[in-house]
């Protein structure tokens, strides 16, 4: 069955520094997003992405992050200037367009702890 | 008032016993209501989906909506221990002009099914 695939699955980094998140969406779907859960609280949106560009985005998503499709089959986070609240699990999920909600496949996640 | 409102639990109950899980929430535009189940450490994983209002049933489990009460319920019968996890409610409303659909999630209720 295809499945979505998140590097790392953990990654520890300092304050400050800047984090890359990937992600390999299904081969054939065109809407990407990255969700984030912190430890014991909700799963939230943070951003959506389609036609190569973001078509949504939460409050979360501030400047200090970043979206890219760089080459077709990636899709990456980037956080420029990790905050300790920045602590989280990613995932990273995609879409066939014109499907429903009920289709969005998740990743496994990127555990990213920011000391 | 939060859009979407579910008890952490922690629920622990015998093998077999039948399981009643719920949120409510208070948006009215929601009209696609989903139950994922996430184990420790990863991503969420689609379990139920309805549209609208109304019952769908799938094997032990059964979907509830009743949009008039904003309320929703995941009925598992006969718990057996591999359902133990963390259960997800999450909505959608129709997005405007396109298939962007983004998802609020309730906080997760952790089950725990003992043999």
């Known amino acids: 069955e295809p499945e979505v695939t998140q590097t790392p699955s953990h990654q520890v980094t300092q304050m400050g520094q800047e984090v890359i998140l990937r992600c390999v969406p299904i081969s054939n779907h065109l809407y990407f997003y990255w969700y984030r859960q912190i430890l014991g609280q909700k799963v939230e949106f943070l951003v959506s992405f389609y036609n190569n560009e973001i078509s949504e985005k939460s409050e979360i998503f501030d400047d200090q992050f970043s979206v890219e499709r760089p080459d077709g089959s990636n899709f990456t986070l980037k956080i420029r200037s990790t905050k300790l609240e920045d602590s989280a699990m990613y995932f990273c999920?995609?879409?066939?367009?014109?499907?429903?909600?009920?289709?969005?496949?998740f990743g496994a996640g990127s555990r990213l702890t920011v000391l | 008032q939060k859009e979407v409102e579910q008890d952490p639990g922690p629920l622990s109950v015998p093998e077999g016993a039948i399981v009643s899980l719920n949120c409510t929430y208070s948006n009215s535009a929601f009209q696609y209501f989903m139950w994922y189940r996430q184990y420790s450490r990863k991503g969420p994983e689609l379990l139920m989906y309805t549209y609208s209002s109304g019952n769908k049933e799938d094997g032990r489990f059964t979907a509830q909506v009743d949009k008039s009460s904003k309320y929703i319920s995941l009925f598992i019968r006969d718990s057996q221990p591999s359902d133990s996890a963390t259960y997800l409610c999450a909505m959608s409303d129709v997005p405007s002009g396109g298939s962007n659909y983004k998802l609020t999630f309730g906080k997760g209720t952790l089950l725990t099914v003992n043999p």
């Open positions: 999920a995609s879409k066939l367009p014109g499907a429903g909600a009920n289709v969005l496949t």
